[in-house]
């Protein structure tokens, strides 16, 4: 009996054309959007560092020492990489006039034993610039400091710093995924959420309370539970089948990664289908009204969506922010948290927590609506 | 003939202050097709809703095949067939598969299940449309669609809740012919409709409602020898004095003579040859008079003369 429910749930829903526009296309047609607005930010490896154009001027005299440290950031490193590309300047609106068409990022400008960063506008590499600076002025004073009051400690200070000794790790996930794969990730916890129509459909069919054929289902002497799980399950793999066509067509047509391996992706997404199908099937068995049953799974996918980052990146962490909460209860967030998670960190605590969320969830919603829709007769239909 | 299949003792079910049904009974015996008559509203489908257990009700019993009826009675269920007043199928799935589905319900054996489909395809006369969605069927055949759906898995009770309703008099014709062609074959049937000529053609047994009570019972002709009017006759005539009517009305078996101004209407109580002695009367005064028509009491009559308004009000 089982599998026969389940078989017709499936056929009945994949006959459904609304559910192929928005369940299958829709998601393909926002990926492409996402694709066509920032696909090429993804692409770019975002762990290379751009060489830094800058200028050298010295207002008077020339410091030899900061000119050494700059010209060894200049050269080349082992993997093809150079931190700055030092062009020198006779005068400072030379470099300035190189600065304002563009040909170079910044000007060291040395004056008074001072030296002035000049950039035209903020960003990283300014911040790149400055850092350097701020750098050699600190090692520049250390040096001061322990020459006039330990000068017999100098040894040991050039020592260490020959050592280069660093008391941070470096731990490589070895991911390189963009910070924008977060839309997808949003777009994907979309698309589970999306799977609520599903289950409202098949909840329309077999309750009493919502349709005619619901009426006559369950005047029959069928398992109404057993009929809604068969659908539950038949309406899980067909929005896991819909949301492995998004990973793979992102994967595969569009060529970004989603920084784990596709099979683990897909893996989490079927938990995430069956988390949009089990909320659904919550709504069907509270609502009763069919405006309802529509309007009531769009707004909550569309809400849940919006603060997992779909429209506005940094919703998250804005949320994070001042209501926490927020971001452990949105199924949406959970899930792309989940696939954040996976992606740029591995399998972590936080990534198994996630995943235990939805699970609960999931949990919760099916058990709340076999509360309310265990076999019973009603006060009105 | 003797054994009851449904017993409803003192029915009542409230909706919040309204009462829709008000302490209603009555008893369904095998065999028989029993015609429940009421205008909109009446509460007829609400009582069918309660005795499938649909709708909960706030006093009263209902006794199925000898058993209380509830949600999980699935023994009582699966000899229960019912045609809803909306059509109840799905339609995403075509005739054969809403056939096949709903008759699955009850018949778990494949083989089983594949007979009784096509035997009730066959018997709604919808073989030939087997493939066909339901939103590609007509009217009528979407209502046999509802039938077939109904009756596949060969109940032997059968709900018919106005399953002629916005169905045209060919389709009609033949659902009613098909109830009383289950009925031969043996299932016992509740059949409820605000059409009574359909009741009086079809029922054994009529049971009239109206605001959720019983009014009355009996087999059509019953009900109709109970009316103290039992011939109208109407002759068409532009004009009429009163002494005429006064006339008429002391001939015997006149129960009232009125004219409407188109026509003399007189209402009889009973007696033959009427018709003849007021056209005897008629001659005899050298009266002009156009048509003349003549009409037997009908169960719209037998409603009128007990709740004072029409059926179809």
């Known amino acids: 009996m089982f599998f026969r429910f389940f078989s017709y749930s499936l056929k009945q829903l994949v006959r459904m054309r609304w559910l192929v526009g928005w369940n299958f296309l829709f998601p393909l047609v926002l990926a492409s959007a996402f694709y066509l607005g920032f696909g090429n930010m993804i692409k770019d490896d975002p762990n290379r560092l751009d060489t830094i154009e800058v200028a050298y001027v010295a207002g008077d005299g020339i410091n030899s020492n900061f000119l050494s440290v700059i010209n060894e950031l200049s050269k080349e490193t082992e993997d093809h990489n150079k931190i700055l590309d030092i062009t020198s300047f006779d005068s400072l609106d030379e470099a300035k006039d190189a600065l304002n068409k563009n040909n170079i990022d910044g000007i060291y400008y040395q004056h008074d034993d001072t030296i002035e960063v000049i950039v035209s506008e903020n960003g990283l590499n300014s911040t790149s610039l400055s850092q350097i600076v701020k750098s050699y002025q600190n090692y520049q004073a250390s040096f001061e400091k322990i020459l006039s009051e330990k000068p017999e400690e100098i040894n040991t200070l050039m020592a260490n710093m020959e050592s280069n000794q660093s008391f941070i790790k470096k731990h490589d996930f070895n991911t390189g995924v963009s910070q924008y794969m977060q839309f997808f990730y949003a777009l994907l916890a979309m698309s589970s959420l999306f799977g609520s129509w599903i289950s409202t459909a098949i909840m329309t069919n077999l309750c009493a309370n919502l349709s005619e054929s619901g009426k006559r289902f369950e005047i029959a002497p069928g398992h109404k539970l057993k009929a809604i799980f068969a659908g539950i399950l038949a309406g899980t793999i067909l929005q896991a089948l819909s949301n492995a066509v998004v990973i793979c067509y992102v994967e595969y047509v569009l060529g970004l990664h989603w920084g784990a391996p596709i099979c683990m992706v897909i893996a989490i997404t079927i938990l995430a289908s069956a988390l949009g199908i089990s909320v659904g099937t919550l709504i069907g068995s509270i609502f009763k009204n069919q405006l309802a049953l529509s309007m009531v799974p769009l707004a909550f996918t569309m809400t849940c969506s919006f603060f997992s980052g779909l429209m506005m990146g940094g919703i998250q962490q804005i949320i994070q922010n001042f209501c926490p909460l927020l971001n452990k209860i949105n199924p949406a967030t959970v899930f792309t948290d989940s696939l954040y998670q996976l992606a740029c960190y591995g399998k972590t605590s936080a990534y198994y927590e996630d995943l235990c969320i939805m699970v609960l969830m999931i949990g919760l919603c099916l058990a709340i609506s076999v509360l309310i829709l265990r076999r019973r007769n009603y006060d009105s239909i | ?313």
Request: aromatic share 8%; with cysteine.
């Open chain 2, 1 to 313: 003939m003797n054994e009851s299949i449904v017993k409803v003792n003192n029915l009542v079910k409230r909706y919040k202050e309204k009462i829709a049904v008000d302490n209603f009974s009555f008893e369904l015996k095998q065999g028989e097709i029993l015609g429940l008559l009421g205008p909109n509203g009446s509460g007829k489908t609400t009582t069918i809703n309660c005795i499938l257990s649909l709708l909960s009700f706030d006093k009263g019993e209902i006794i199925i095949f000898d058993k209380a009826m509830s949600p999980k009675a699935y023994d009582i269920k699966s000899k229960i067939g019912v045609v809803p007043q909306n059509v109840a199928v799905m339609d995403t799935l075509n005739v054969y598969e809403n056939v096949d589905f709903f008759c699955g319900l009850y018949i778990k054996e494949k083989q089983k299940r594949r007979q009784y489909v096509e035997e009730a395809l066959e018997f709604t006369g919808l073989s030939d449309y087997k493939k066909y969605k339901p939103k590609k069927l007509s009217g009528g055949l979407l209502r046999r669609l509802n039938i077939a759906c109904g009756i596949a898995h060969k109940p032997s009770l059968i709900i018919f809740d106005e399953p002629t309703v916005a169905v045209d008099p060919q389709s009609r014709n033949a659902i009613l012919e098909g109830i009383k062609e289950m009925n031969r074959a043996g299932a016992s049937i509740i059949y409820t409709s605000h059409y009574m000529e359909e009741v009086e053609e079809i029922c054994s047994r009529i049971l009239i409602m109206d605001h959720g009570k019983k009014v009355a019972e009996g087999s059509a002709t019953d009900l109709k020898n109970s009316l103290k009017i039992r011939e109208r006759i109407c002759i068409g005539m532009p004009a009429i004095n009163d002494d005429i009517i006064k006339d008429i009305k002391a001939i015997n078996h006149v129960y009232d003579a009125k004219f409407d101004g188109k026509e003399l209407i007189i209402s009889l109580d009973g007696g033959e040859h009427n018709l003849v002695h007021i056209l005897e009367y008629f001659s005899e005064k050298n009266i002009p008079f156009g048509h003349i028509t003549t009409k037997l009491p009908t169960l719209n009559d037998v409603f009128l003369e007990i709740t004072g308004k029409e059926l179809r009000d």
